[in-house]
């Protein structure tokens, strides 16, 4: 977590991040057992996640960008949806490429670690990429299209003028 690069995320995920954020900094500190080696093993593995969280939710937050829309150029990059086509199948899949640690929005949400995320990005309408799924399967997408995330999709998930996502590969 060197990186100091903005992180484009919604204002909603933002608002998600801030609230877990004061839950985890609320709690106590987990109490170690004196006991059972195995007890006290999970209670330091249990407070190591949570300092982990906490670490990268403050990462996140302090470089968010939330209140910038990428320019309507038509480019994937993050802030933007992107509806593509699966080329083998030809399924039409529309999703937010953005950071997904707190996403619960209706929209799939795909991050530029993402195999599909990474391989999409930087890419305009029609330009074909292809990727790796984590099992090893080769895919090919074509973007359709790339409109920056907006007032339309904060309320109903998905642009008007988009095709209706469907089920895709594993990421």
């Known amino acids: 977590m060197t990186s100091t ?3 484009w995320m919604t204002s ?5 991040l801030h609230t877990e ?3 985890l900094l609320a709690q106590r500190h987990i109490e170690m057992p004196n006991g059972d080696s195995d007890d006290y093993a999970l209670s330091q593995a249990l407070h190591s996640a949570r300092q982990a969280r906490i670490g990268r939710i403050q990462h996140l937050l302090s470089n968010a960008l939330t209140d910038r829309n990428p320019p309507d150029d038509g480019i994937a990059e993050p802030g933007m949806v ?3 086509r699966y ?3 030809k399924q039409v899949e529309t999703f937010l490429l953005a950071v997904r640690e707190a996403e619960d929005s209706e929209m799939e949400v795909y991050s530029m670690q993402s195999p599909l995320g990474g391989a999409i990005a930087g890419a305009r309408p029609g330009e074909r ?3 790796h799924t984590p099992s090893g399967a080769i895919m090919a997408v074509t973007l359709l299209d790339a409109i920056p995330y907006g007032p339309t999709h904060q309320a109903t998930g998905e642009h008007e003028d988009s095709p209706a996502s469907s089920l895709v590969p594993s990421r």
């Not at 909603?12 to 998600?16: G, L, W, Y």
């Open 12 to 16: 909603r995920a933002h608002d998600q």
């Open 82 to 84: 992107l509806t593509v």
């Open 129 to 131: 990429r292809i990727y």
């Open 87 to 89: 080329d083998d199948t």
């Open 21 to 23: 954020l004061q839950e």
């Open 5 to 7: 690069a903005a992180i």
